[in-house]
């Protein structure tokens, strides 16, 4: 069979590639990424590519306009490879990591270091502990087995009783007692109410015990590294407050290689069931994990045989793919999950690159939608810890909603769709270099003024940029509440576009495509519906219990997404509900929050199976409420006017003034 040569440009590198193969797929294999929505079945057409030389087979496309086909744009899942080639991916294709470490400071946004500010009564006691001991070497007066020893020390110098031992320490004890002449630092882990012995080292390594959490992320994969042996005080809440840095030695985030297979966690799981599918899935999040472990450690200049312990958490879907679990039936009516619960696991059998002793502690779920990543927020922000009445919402490709406080806890998940992450949008991308993420539009002139991220020429817009362009439109009467353009030529950026009427952000010569950039009115459908789904199954959840919505103490919006929100937008549009911006607190990654703390704390860690049997879930696709309030919501900001009296009392006067 022949063998052709790909170039990807601007990245300037070559792979090979076999006769009539999937372009999408050779990117795929070669680590380089081309968006691609919908997993590469054609209907997105987001992977457009520019062929710079060679032959391919590419049909056309309804997402590529005559003229752009004529220079070249083709869509990488629909081009087939019949000789040497060289591809260009454009700048809204490529991964640009720069936006992974941008922060926002702000006094209601807390980060992963600030958890104590929410969670109190937590003392810093590891799961996974280091003791140095000095054993007396055997004679013929004293001449039990080298296990027998070591656990007899153990209880007489630290009154540690540790009847459970891992096979991997039996196999290398002598030696290494031996080597270290009786001075050894033990590993211990403990399991329930007892302890097991993991791992055993020559010399006193007892303050050289750190350990990895990690934020499974269906876009983004983050880790910290922490130093358990050296925090100094007792308190996490003081630590955590007052010398934080200490104890979390580096941070880094990457993006989840998975997202070559599918941005959404669905298009995965339809991936898993192809041939190889599921392998190739959970050896691209493990690469990524490696990747991101390897930059910590570096960053600390630490020896990595020195991490004793992995924590980590993900949605339901990205914990199964991690684990290598079949996770076709998350998807499928009745939507049940291999597991819920699970064991704890060595982490070389899942590929990860560090010692064998290491085990990983994964945070349980509660159902095929609400996941580990929902119960390390709700942890993590200390909401099951307070009396008043607590509203917790992670935002993305679905909703995961929490309500309750320390004594009842209920959730639901929503399809919310991709429309913040990009998804169904035309300059739709993620929060990347050149992505709108404010918009501002005068009242009087309708001229946009943007920001992007990087202060770069614009080339898509983000989620937040989408709150602000259509909150900005409906208040300046560009649109109606329906999410539909005013035809009465108000202002020339209107006009109307392949798909219906469009408003024009950056005309092509100020972009960094050279393309227009609009928002149309099927953007907006999209995100009308997004937003619907969100506010419906927080409405849902509320009548559920007999909550209304005055009666919400604390709305908590996490994720990273959460950060660059502005408030008042969201409000205006209905994704929130109508409450005053002081119960509102953004706690960034609440993934991390929780992860970290179950690290740091033997007492958290039992929480976290406490907490989640403790939640009830209520599953809204088989709820007829749901849809109910779903058509109640989608209108900007909602169909019953009494939900969002001020928002429509300021459109109101902004109608009175434009007449």
Not at 34 to 46: F, V
Not at 355 to 367: C, L, N, R
Not at 475 to 500: P, Y
Not at 598 to 624: D, G, H, I, Q
Request: glycine share 10%; hydrophobic share 40%; aromatic share 6%.
């Amino acid at each position: 069979m022949a063998e052709y040569r790909v170039k990807f440009f601007p990245m300037e590198t070559m792979f090979s590639a076999a006769e009539s193969d999937n372009l999408l797929d050779v990117a795929m294999r070669s680590g380089v990424h081309i968006n691609a929505s919908c997993g590469g079945n054609g209907t997105c057409g987001k992977c457009r590519i520019m062929l710079r030389e060679g032959d391919v087979n590419s049909p056309s496309h309804r997402t590529i306009t005559p003229e752009d086909y004529g220079n070249g744009v083709r869509l990488a899942c629909m081009t087939a490879i019949h000789g040497d080639i060289a591809v260009e991916v454009p700048l809204e294709s490529q991964v640009d990591r720069t936006a992974l470490g941008r922060r926002r400071e702000a006094p209601h946004i807390l980060s992963p270091s600030d958890a104590g500010k929410l969670v109190a009564g937590m003392e810093i006691d590891p799961a996974v502990f280091k003791r140095y001991i000095k054993l007396p070497e055997p004679t013929m007066e004293d001449n039990i087995s080298d296990l027998a020893r070591l656990t007899r020390e153990l209880r007489t110098q630290c009154g540690i009783h540790v009847p459970y031992v891992d096979f991997l320490v039996l196999k290398k004890l002598a030696k290494v007692l031996r080597a270290g002449k009786w001075k050894v630092t033990v590993t211990i882990a403990t399991t329930g109410s007892s302890y097991t012995l993991i791992n055993v080292e020559q010399g006193n390594r007892e303050f050289e015990n750190y350990s990895i959490v990690l934020d499974i992320g269906t876009t983004t994969i983050c880790g910290q590294l922490l130093d358990l042996a050296n925090c100094g005080v007792t308190s996490i809440m003081e630590r955590l407050k007052s010398e934080r840095d200490l104890c979390t030695l580096s941070e880094h985030s990457d993006y989840n290689k998975q997202i070559s297979f599918g941005e959404d966690v669905i298009s995965r799981i339809v991936f898993s069931g192809k041939k190889d599918g599921l392998c190739k899935l959970q050896e691209a999040v493990v690469d990524a994990i490696n990747q991101v472990i390897d930059e910590l450690v570096a960053s600390a200049g630490i020896m990595a045989d020195s991490i004793s312990h992995v924590v980590f958490a993900g949605n339901t879907t990205m914990t199964h793919l991690l684990l290598g679990l079949d996770p076709t039936y998350i998807m499928r009516a009745p939507y049940i999950p291999t597991t819920t619960f699970f064991p704890p696991i060595r982490v070389t059998s899942l590929g990860v690159k560090l010692g064998d002793h290491v085990h990983a502690f994964t945070f349980p779920s509660v159902a095929s939608y609400v996941g580990g990543d929902i119960i390390a927020g709700v942890l993590g922000s200390g909401m099951f810890q307070r009396s008043e009445t607590t509203l917790f919402l992670d935002i993305g490709t679905n909703g995961e909603i929490v309500l309750g406080n320390k004594d009842w806890l209920t959730c639901a998940s929503c399809s919310a769709g991709p429309a913040f992450e990009g998804g169904g949008i035309e300059f739709g991308m993620r929060a990347g270099k050149g992505a709108i993420e404010q918009v501002r539009i005068n009242p009087s002139t309708y001229e946009p003024m943007i920001l992007t991220v990087g202060k770069s020429k614009p080339v898509g817009i983000c989620g937040s940029g989408l709150i602000d362009v259509v909150a900005e439109l409906l208040e300046t009467g560009l649109i109606d509440q329906k999410g539909t353009f005013d035809r009465n030529g108000k202002s020339g950026r209107v006009r109307a576009g392949a798909n219906g009427h469009e408003y024009v952000l950056s005309y092509g010569p100020d972009t960094g495509t050279g393309r227009d950039i609009v928002i149309t009115e099927s953007d907006i459908d999209n995100l009308i519906r997004t937003k619907a789904a969100i506010y419906a199954g927080c409405k849902v959840l509320l009548d559920s219990l007999g909550v209304s919505v005055s009666e919400i103490d604390t709305v908590i919006i996490a994720g990273g997404f959460g950060h660059y929100i502005d408030l008042e937008k969201a409000i205006t549009i209905g994704l929130f509900p109508e409450l005053p911006l002081r119960k509102f607190i953004f706690v960034g990654n609440s993934v991390l929050l929780g992860v970290r703390l179950a690290s740091f704390s033997s007492e958290f860690l039992k929480e976290v199976n406490e907490v989640t049997r403790k939640m009830t879930n209520v599953e809204l696709s088989a709820n007829p409420r749901f849809m109910e309030e779903f058509v109640a919501s989608m209108f900007l900001p909602h169909t019953d006017e009494r939900v969002f009296p001020k928002v429509m009392e300021r459109l109101m006067g902004t109608r009175k003034n434009a007449e």
